[in-house]
């Protein structure tokens, strides 16, 4: 992913930012994985 920094803040600390984006996007993945596994297994346990 490139970043402009051209029209940017210069006081805003991209590295950063893009990691921290990196992070929610890993969390946000493993969270809807584990809804997948719960809704899975509540179809089959419940029913």
């Given at each position: 992913?490139?970043?402009?920094?051209?029209?940017?803040?210069?006081?805003?600390?991209?590295?950063?930012?893009?990691?921290?984006?990196?992070?929610f996007?890993?969390?946000?993945?493993v969270?809807i994985a584990?809804l997948?596994v719960?809704?899975?297994?509540?179809?089959?346990?419940?029913t």
């Amino acid at each position: 992913m490139a970043i402009d920094l051209s029209g940017g803040n210069p006081n805003m600390d991209y590295a950063q930012a893009e990691q921290t984006y990196r992070q929610f996007i890993l969390l946000t993945k493993v969270m809807i994985a584990g809804l997948v596994v719960l809704l899975a297994g509540m179809g089959y346990f419940l029913t």
